[in-house]
């Protein structure tokens, strides 16, 4: 038998190879945008032509090449970037596999003019499926000006299953905004079939850049996000929950500068938004990580952006602190006016981030929440039919108002909760709330005993009385899990259950916070638990119900086991203490809750995520009653 086995020639080990790099016109764009970015060019052009089928020309004003370095840039596996294997530990370039000019060529027509800026003439060459047409010297500008034309000519499998125009030039415009995003600093100009698509100038900021790319409108819907730590730095934006939008789209993650997706860390932002977003929306981000290039690992394929890191789930918590952190330091809310002589003004985000810091909340270490004998409602005032608290569900049903009384009574300078978060934040003028003038001269009543209508600048706001109480109780349940231990409840008839092995474990693991949350469970042989005793303002809901919920929201949550637990056992405390539908409130009761419900974090949902409040414009009202 003779011998069979031949080594491929270079074009056709090429135009295997360019199936890898160059899947459609978008990866071109990709290839050719990010060298010139690897070449230091601060201003790029791209200039297409049906969808990229015809046409994909890139001109840059970078380095520019040598007659040999251009010549040789065509050769498979020839970089300038990395030298060695050790080089691939440390890299800050967007190429260093040197196959995309190779696998470019041997799929199209290439032409390519390029100059370094010492040298007095540049070098022109046209290379058509693996093979130089022509290589000479020329006049060109400073910079590599390349010519892709007729895109899969020789691969016609290729060339028939591109999709519409209108999909490859999505494709591409996606390319073009994870470029651009990465790097703001430098000047995109987009054009598609001579319409200009991108006009991204020099020296943008990430801010600009995010306008010029998404429009202007979205500016208002930028909190930033600024974090340092010895692992990970974190800049950039993330949207304000109110803003989220139905679709996925403006989520962007970048490492070092580059573009990466993340399911694991687009998990923590989620995460981060959970209790404050509407089901099914999704907020933007733009977040940038700076890592040490030894810590991650980018070389998995020369498609993929999935990027690997050694610190994965310490990344994680980062991102997600981060996030929440920008979300509550912005206090991220409805920026509402209301309708009234010396109208109150709500924070919104401030302009610079200097001088705030989170609320310091005073808690008085001796207070027990669950101490039912001291709930005590005031009566009257509202009118006769005022619901009293008789029923011993009914008293553990707590008043705000005294509520946040018993929370401060400590507090030496006896400001209230409100105040006290209202301070940090005084710094920019429009921050300035005026809490006295917060409970005067507003018209509120409730309606059904179930909404507070009150009119404000824009029409007539309606807020559902339970969601609001239940978001209020949250933020200061989540308050004082932070600061002290909540006090246990003993129960006369302990629960004893029996889980499967995965579940046992999930709760083994979490079974010292459920203690500082007042859960007394132990597991009493290998896989059953018994609970003992319960957080006192639970004593009405199976220990059971409450322990397999936060099982099943657990599962979900791989890190961060303890911030997820509280804010489980915050939630349903909340519920389960807020006020009920169907009972009267008193005027300052409404007041009060008003007030309260805007000195939250996010007033906008319940811990649960439901809509708290609404606006309705007067336009409707006019509408109504043409
Ligand atoms: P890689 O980017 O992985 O190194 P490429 O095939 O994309 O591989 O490019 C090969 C080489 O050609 C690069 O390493 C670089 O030296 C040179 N090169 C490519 N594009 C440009 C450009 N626009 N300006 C200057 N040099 C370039
Ligand atoms: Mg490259």
Not at 398 to 418: I, R, V
Request: hydrophobic fraction near 40%.
């Amino acid at each position: 038998m003779p011998d069979i086995i031949q080594l491929l020639p270079d074009a056709v080990a090429n135009q295997i190879a360019a199936g890898e790099v160059i899947q459609r016109p978008a990866s071109v764009v990709k290839e050719l945008v990010e060298n010139a970015i690897d070449a230091g060019a601060t201003q790029i052009t791209l200039n297409i032509k049906d969808a990229g089928r015809t046409l994909i020309q890139v001109s840059d004003n970078g380095c520019g090449m040598s007659e040999t370095d251009a010549r040789m840039a065509f050769e498979r596996h020839a970089t300038s970037k990395i030298r060695s294997a050790n080089d691939l530990f440390c890299i800050r370039t967007m190429g260093f596999r040197g196959e995309a000019l190779a696998s470019i060529a041997a799929i199209a027509d290439v032409e390519l003019n390029t100059k370094q800026h010492e040298a007095e003439v540049g070098v022109f060459i046209h290379m058509v499926g693996s093979k130089v047409l022509k290589q000479e010297a020329t006049q060109c500008a400073n910079g590599t000006n390349f010519l892709v034309k007729n895109l899969f000519f020789n691969v016609p499998a290729r060339r028939k299953f591109l999709k519409a125009n209108s999909t490859e030039l999505k494709h591409i415009i996606n390319e073009v905004q994870r470029i651009a995003l990465a790097n703001p600093e430098i000047g995109l100009s987009l054009i598609h079939n001579q319409d200009p698509i991108y006009e991204m100038a020099v020296g943008d900021n990430i801010r600009k850049r995010i306008v010029s790319i998404f429009g202007k409108s979205i500016n208002q819907n930028l909190v930033p996000v600024n974090t340092e730590t010895s692992l990970v730095k974190i800049k950039g934006f993330i949207g304000q929950p109110k803003y989220a939008r139905k679709t996925y789209g403006e989520q962007f993650f970048f490492v070092n500068n580059r573009f990466m997706k993340h399911p694991f860390f687009h998990r923590a932002i989620m995460q981060a938004y959970e209790k404050i977003l509407a089901p099914d929306s999704y907020p933007s981000y733009f977040l940038y990580l700076d890592v040490d290039p030894e810590c991650i690992d980018i070389n998995i394929h020369p498609t993929k952006t999935e990027i690997k890191f050694e610190n994965e789930t310490a990344i994680w918590q980062i991102i997600q602190a981060s996030v929440r952190e920008a979300l509550g330091k912005f206090n991220v809310m409805p920026s509402i006016d209301f309708d009234q002589a010396g109208s109150i003004e709500i924070p919104i985000a401030p302009k610079s981030r200097e001088g705030i810091e989170m609320p310091k909340i005073q808690v008085d270490p001796t207070y027990n929440p669950f101490n039912v004998e001291v709930r005590n409602y005031p009566s009257g005032g509202g009118g006769s039919n005022s619901h009293s608290y008789s029923t011993s569900k009914h008293e553990q049903v707590q008043h705000w108002e005294k509520l946040y009384s018993d929370f401060t009574k400590s507090d030496e300078d006896e400001e209230t909760q409100t105040e006290v978060m209202m301070q940090q934040e005084e710094e920019p003028a429009n921050l300035s709330v005026n809490h006295d003038s917060f409970n005067t001269g507003r018209t509120c009543f409730q309606f059904k005993n179930k909404f507070i209508l009150t009119p404000v600048k824009s029409g007539l706001m309606v807020i559902d009385q339970k969601r609001a109480h239940e978001r209020i109780l949250f933020e200061n349940f989540m308050a004082m899990l932070a600061q002290q231990q909540i006090a246990s409840q003993q129960l006369l008839f302990p629960h004893t259950f029996e889980l499967e092995a995965s579940d046992s474990e999930l709760l083994r693991s979490v079974l010292t916070d459920l203690k500082a949350l007042g859960f007394d469970v132990k597991e009493a042989e290998a896989n059953h638990f018994v609970v003992n005793g319960i957080p006192g303002i639970l004593e009405n809901h199976s220990p059971l119900e409450i322990i397999e919920s936060m099982l099943e929201d657990l599962k979900n949550t791989a890190v961060d086991m303890q911030e997820k637990a509280r804010e489980q056992i915050a939630a349903a405390l909340a519920c389960a203490s807020a006020i009920p539908y169907g009972h009267l409130l008193k005027v300052e009761e409404l007041n009060q809750l008003i007030d309260q419900l805007f000195a939250c974090t996010t007033p906008n949902f319940s811990p649960t995520g439901k809509q708290v409040l609404t606006i309705m414009p007067v336009e409707q009202f006019e509408k109504l009653l043409k």
